[in-house]
């Protein structure tokens, strides 16, 4: 049987505390763990780059001449 136990860094940019399966309890079901999605053109914005502050770092998110997602910091 497993447990679950939530887990929060206490950050302001949590949006969610994170769960922890342990042996006690069962597995949520799969509705509750689904992750986002958001289709890529539509973060963009039209653009080929987006900038993504992220714990005072910054990153970008780049689109290619080859249709392909680029993390860089």
Known sequence: M???SSLSTGSAHDAAPVRI???DAPR???SETRTPRIDS???LS???????DHA????RLRLTR????????
């Open 66 to 73: 080859n249709d392909k997602l680029i993390l860089t910091k």
């Open 2 to 4: 497993l447990t679950t």
């Open 21 to 23: 399966a342990t042996a």
């Open 56 to 59: 005072g770092q910054e990153y």
């Open 41 to 43: 053109h539509r973060l």
């Open 28 to 30: 949520p079901a799969r």
């Open 46 to 52: 039209g653009g080929r780059e987006l900038v993504i």
